[in-house]
């Protein structure tokens, strides 16, 4: 009998060679802070921190190929919990989490919370719900799952077209976040850095497919994370004495609350279902830090946290990651260190902001300084920041920050060395890289698998499979590079909207497909159509001011329609065959062999008695 | 491997976990914000109670949820033979 083991596969050499890559990056920014003091010119510095770590990734990348199908589609399923956890929680919302996630933060402060713990609420009933019993059927791409759980090709060819749309609207999202990141580190316009981005994702994909992309989505991980937390914790040593930012904020933000109180910062309760979240641009400070419910109201607060959960818990670009773990137990220990990873990051996230508010706060307190502060005029020349010099006395709300540019502006305020601004841009763009990564590759499978060969469960001869598995990964850069380009919209609002569609189409099918026998596959059709129809439909019409629901709500619509349609659907039809149950009972036990790989080993069997 | 019997209370086992993992977790993460801003008066380690709940009060719950998910799930596939081989 074949049996599947926990640590049969796992590469020991894995923390070495990571290791190896964090000193080179380590080297890299030192030496680039030693060049910096000796006066080499700005434009090298940053097109070295720029393209330095793609270099990197893209080595990453080329130095895995794939010979195997198993590798080029599932990694070899041998990434152990630990690095699977790290991709989940970074590709979970990519760089348009870290970035845009701070300035929500520093603009609306308690309020930016509903998006934070809706994504960790997504992992924890992933990890409950979904992710183990994927992991032992083991399909390469949702829709394959859902096509031999229900037996049928119109489920498996529905859920490959609507899965397409919020894949397709995060690839657009994240490239067009990282983009602006690489634009301001080399001062070249957004379109170049696109293409220059594509470029990055095609090259480092396209040897080894999902291998390459683990691994190489692993070091961009490392790097985002070492980014946004080593800038932080030396701010914070220099202002609390201790390197914790992620705890230590606590004394300053009392204090800040104090000052938010005197220099009259607003205090405006939402309705319930306001949902104003600040979008690109300069904005000042819309309401106190820690006051709940200002900006986004009490109702809208519990919608948008359950609407990016169930987003997060669905999402077909991170799905496919948890079947690449040895094991079932790894896949649940993986969900746990994606918790720990989103968590950190969207604490040192909203740490960043404090400090942010903080140091604009020393300012104001002065009352009219006669020359504002050094980092106060770099900030404006650099873009971050407008001020109405004309108010006097200054007060806080005179200072407008771009919602995109508060994390960047961090090392700036503190007067640190440029590097660290282009390390912290250099992060953003490791960051976009994952996420965008992730759903080109989601997608490209979803395409070689699912469409081009969606009418037969019997995949192509090995050779044609992952040729036609590279082509499409080229393929849907290009496209979603194309995408970004075209239609330039807010990163943010693009992926509440893939939240919410993903969380309305695919949530309620593959949550019942698991945990209710009776489901079939006229249940499962109208299920993913009625739950996309609907919050697309309410997208649309809270875009256009028809209904009084922002589009990023649509969830609360979308997820019931979702459920119910499969429910009815399933009922009113004939029960699901005795080979689906047998199919249903056996994921959901952990144990014996991975259902996917045993039955692509029988037909393989029946092929060589065949010829 | 798993005796053909031991399915059935397997799985309600299972089921019974779930349950006890994810409705005490949504519970505490619908209602703790919601009740923010009277917590906010109090304070812990400097921070304002309500805002610490809601940010890193959540997040610990969260990985203590995961944890011990896994922890118990683990236990459960024990006691049926329902675990891997290894």
């Known amino acids: ?611 | 491997m798993m005796e053909r019997k031991e399915r059935k209370p397997y799985w309600r086992h299972t089921k019974w976990q779930m349950l006890a993992s994810v409705v005490p977790f949504l519970v505490l993460i619908i209602v703790l914000p919601l009740y923010a801003s009277s917590l906010n008066g109090a304070k812990f380690l400097g921070f304002p109670l309500g805002y610490f709940l809601s940010a890193h009060g959540i997040a610990l719950i969260a990985i203590f949820t995961v944890a011990s998910f896994v922890n118990r799930q683990d236990a459960i596939d024990h006691w049926h033979g329902a675990h891997e081989d290894n």
């Not at chain 1, 519990?302 to 079932?328: C, E, F, K, N, Y």
């Not at chain 1, 996420?435 to 499978?445: C, H, I, S, Y």
């Not at chain 1, 001011?545 to 990023?552: S, Y």
């Open chain 1, 1 to 611: 009998m074949i049996t599947t083991s926990r640590t049969r596969f796992v590469n020991p050499r894995l923390g070495a060679y990571f290791g190896i890559f964090v000193s080179l990056l380590t080297g890299l920014v030192l030496l680039l802070m030693i060049f910096e003091q000796l006066g080499t010119s700005e434009i090298v510095l940053r097109w070295a921190m720029l393209l330095g770590p793609l270099v990197l990734y893209c080595a990453i990348g080329l130095s895995v190929p794939s010979r195997e199908a198993l590798d080029f589609f599932a990694s070899g399923r041998r990434v152990p919990a630990g690095y699977t956890g790290l991709g989940l929680a970074s590709a979970a919302m990519g760089a348009t989490g870290i970035v845009a996630m701070t300035g929500t933060f520093f603009l609306i402060g308690f309020d930016a919370l509903c998006l934070v713990i809706g994504g960790l609420a997504g992992f924890v009933i992933m990890a409950v719900m979904l992710a183990p019993f994927l992991r032992k059927f083991g399909a390469f791409t949702v829709p394959s799952y859902l096509g031999r759980r229900f037996e049928s090709k119109p489920v498996r060819i529905l859920a490959a077209a609507l899965i397409a749309v919020p894949l397709l609207l995060l690839l657009a999202a994240e490239l067009g976040m990282g983009a602006s990141a690489a634009a301001w580190l080399s001062g070249q316009p957004r379109g170049p850095m696109v293409l220059l981005l594509v470029v990055a994702m095609v090259v480092t994909v396209v040897v080894g497919g999902m291998r390459s992309f683990n691994w190489s989505s692993s070091g961009q991980a490392i790097a985002s994370l070492l980014a946004l937390i080593v800038p932080v914790a030396i701010v914070a040593v220099m202002v609390t004495n201790f390197p914790l930012p992620q705890l230590t904020h606590g004394p300053l933000l009392r204090q800040l609350v104090y000052n938010e109180a005197s220099q009259g910062v607003p205090v405006v309760p939402a309705s319930q279902l306001d949902f104003m979240l600040p979008g690109e641009g300069f904005a000042s400070v819309a309401k106190r830090f820690t006051a709940p419910f200002g900006s986004v109201g009490p109702l809208a607060f519990v919608i948008a946290m359950l609407t990016v959960m169930t987003g997060v818990a669905a999402s077909p670009w991170l799905l496919p990651r948890v079947t690449m773990t040895p094991g079932v137990y790894e896949t649940r220990k993986s969900l746990g260190w994606a918790t720990v990873f989103f968590g950190l990051t969207m604490l040192t996230a909203a740490s960043v902001s404090v400090f942010m508010r903080d140091f604009i706060m020393d300012v104001v307190k002065e009352g009219s300084p006669a020359r504002l502060p050094d980092w106060m005029q770099e900030l404006v020349r650099l873009g971050f920041m407008q001020f109405d010099a004309t108010a006097s006395p200054l007060i806080f709300m005179s200072f407008k920050l771009a919602r995109d540019t508060v994390l960047l502006s961090l090392p700036v305020a503190a007067g640190l060395p440029n590097v660290f601004a282009y390390l912290a841009a250099a992060g953003i763009v490791a960051a976009a890289l994952v996420a965008a990564t992730a759903a080109t590759v989601a997608l490209a499978n979803v395409l070689t698998e699912d469409v081009i060969n969606g009418l037969s469960w019997e995949p192509m001869p090995k050779g044609a499979r992952m040729l036609v598995g590279r082509i499409a990964i080229a393929g849907v850069a290009l496209l979603g590079g194309a995408f970004t380009l075209l239609a330039p919209t807010d990163p943010l609002r693009l992926l509440l909207w893939c939240f919410a569609i993903t969380g309305s189409t695919l949530f309620p099918v593959l949550v019942l497909s698991i945990w209710w026998k009776r489901m079939n596959a006229f249940g499962a059709l109208a299920g993913l159509a009625c739950g996309f129809t609907v919050a697309v439909l309410t997208i649309l019409a809270g875009e256009a001011h028809v209904i009084g629901l922002a589009g990023a709500l649509a969830g609360i619509v979308g997820l019931p329609a979702g459920a119910l349609g499969a429910l009815l659907a399933s009922l009113a039809t004939p029960g699901p065959t005795r080979s689906m149950l047998e199919l249903v009972r056996e994921i959901r036990i952990p144990g014996g062999e991975v259902v996917y790989d045993r039955e692509m080993r029988l037909m393989r069997l029946k092929n060589r008695e065949r010829g």
